[in-house]
């Protein structure tokens, strides 16, 4: 079974501190990887990642996969309490669907 | 630029009442379109997608059922709600031959009572 596993589950930081958060995966035929802020509503769009080692970065966010060891990593530098959400992880398979996981919620401290 | 709707915002419905969830896309032309749910405690669960007007695939048996009648419009619905119904619904929509970067809707808060 396609399965999609995020840690740590809940994360509380101060402002400023740098934090990395993990996805790993066993997905049939993988085809990609995703990451979404989810504040009060609905998930937004930050990355999406096909190729092994190659950096996505957008301002203090950055992620990378890795296909051999079948995880992925989110940082965020200098934290604010507007990082303040969920972070889901989803990895999409051969039938064009995506599979998610519970995420991890990230509370970001002033 | 594309914008997906969703109504209503929140509802509250008794238990084996009727309900329909709509939602809509502009700014893009023949859609992927899908409905999750995400119950507390747990990920977003995918319910249908269609990839055209009347094509819907369902994920997951159950007493939901969904609708494409125009390009742009996705309708979730049920004759007979159950408890287990409740959870938030999210409307996604994506590019047609780029299935997996989806945008999601505003959603929908379903209390079944």
């Known amino acids: 079974e396609d399965k999609v596993v995020q840690s740590p589950l809940s994360l509380v930081v101060h402002e400023g501190d740098t934090v990395t958060l993990n996805c790993s995966y066993e997905v049939t035929n993988f085809r990609s990887l995703l990451w979404y802020k989810q504040e009060k509503k609905a998930p937004t769009f930050l990355f999406m990642l096909t190729s092994s080692g190659i950096e996505k970065k957008s301002g203090r966010l950055s992620s990378i996969l890795d296909k051999k060891e079948l995880f992925s990593i989110l940082n965020i530098t200098a934290t604010q309490t507007g990082d303040s959400a969920v972070y889901l992880c989803?990895?999409?398979?051969?039938?064009?669907?995506?599979?998610f996981g519970k995420g991890t919620k990230l509370s970001v401290k002033p | 630029s594309q914008t997906i709707h969703q109504w209503p915002a929140t509802l509250v419905q008794p238990v084996g009442s009727p309900l329909s969830l709509e939602c809509t896309v502009e700014g893009t032309s023949n859609p992927n379109l899908y409905w999750y749910r995400q119950a507390a405690g747990r990920g977003l669960q995918l319910l249908f997608y269609?990839?055209?007007?009347?094509?819907i695939s369902s994920e997951v048996p159950q007493n939901l059922s969904a609708s494409r009648p125009q390009d742009r419009q996705f309708i979730l619905s049920s004759k007979k709600l159950l408890l287990s119904d409740s959870g938030f619904y999210l409307c996604a929509w994506s590019r047609t031959g780029v299935p997996y970067e989806q945008y999601f809707g505003p959603g929908t808060r379903l209390t079944v009572t």
């Open positions: 989803a990895v999409g398979g051969s039938q064009g669907n995506l599979i």
């Open positions: 269609s990839v055209g007007i009347g094509q």
